[in-house]
């Protein structure tokens, strides 16, 4: 069984269209993220949520909006999608704190044209 | 600002031969962790480490926390083709994971 996955695993989309990534897991965790890895595979939190709270929005432009119906899931929509958008986004979870460390996912490689 | 540097960036090796890795900082982290991720893949979580000094082992990878908790290595014995990929460190404070820069190894056979 998968314990991070998110959906779609690809996706190319023109400039200015909105987009959502999904993500669930299946470990029991309290605590989920977002994460954004660049071309040089630097990896940069993006979200963190907390049972479904919010506690972590590190300078994300206002197009990027995170939802989280439940403690299982964290979905990440993104309005008018830029060209500088285009990397591949990371979720993952942790138990309380992380301090154990976190279970990413296989990642969405976004593409915008 | 990223907070953690890792070093080489690059290793290209034989197999059969050892190496190390290193991640530092200057912040003091809660804990750290070493993670692989393959290409097209997600990092996969390798070891935790705490307490500083902490050395842990997994098998041919031997992973050592600094006294002071701002730094760490990671050193493969006897490498394999199988050990190929990029190794991330992170260090966890306040509800976040700060990853390191990445060292890409290639281990030929």
């Known amino acids: 069984d998968t314990a991070v996955s998110q959906t779609p695993k690809y996706l190319v989309t023109q400039m200015g269209n909105d987009k959502s990534i999904k993500c669930e897991q299946n470990?029991?965790?309290?605590?989920m993220y977002w994460y954004k890895q660049d071309s040089k595979k630097f990896l940069k939190i993006m979200f963190s949520?907390?049972?479904?709270?919010?506690?972590i929005n590190e300078t994300v432009p206002n197009r990027f909006s995170p939802k989280s119906p439940d403690k299982a899931h964290l979905n990440l929509h993104i309005n008018s999608l830029e060209l500088g958008d285009s990397a591949v986004y990371f979720c993952?979870?942790?138990?309380?704190?992380?301090?154990?460390?976190?279970?990413f996912g296989q990642g969405t490689r976004l593409t915008v044209v | 600002t990223q907070l953690l540097e890792q070093s080489p960036q690059f290793l290209s090796i034989q197999e059969g031969e050892n190496l190390t890795v290193y991640c530092n900082s200057s912040?003091?982290?809660?804990?750290l962790q070493w993670y692989r991720q393959e290409p097209g893949e997600g990092p996969v979580l390798l070891v935790t480490?705490?307490?500083?000094?902490e050395v842990k082992k997994l098998k041919r990878l031997t992973f050592q926390f600094g006294d002071a908790r701002k730094d760490s290595s990671l050193h493969i014995t006897a490498a394999q083709p199988g050990d190929t990929g990029l190794y991330l460190c992170?260090?966890?404070?306040?509800?976040?994971?700060?990853f390191g820069s990445g060292t890409k190894l290639n281990v030929k056979p």
């Open positions: 992170a260090g966890h404070n306040f509800n976040k994971f700060y």
């Open positions: 949520y907390n049972n479904k709270e919010l506690i």
């Open positions: 480490v705490v307490t500083g000094g």
């Open positions: 912040s003091v982290f809660s804990s």
């Open positions: 470990l029991g965790h309290d605590t």
């Open positions: 993952a979870s942790s138990q309380v704190q992380g301090s154990r460390g976190a279970f």
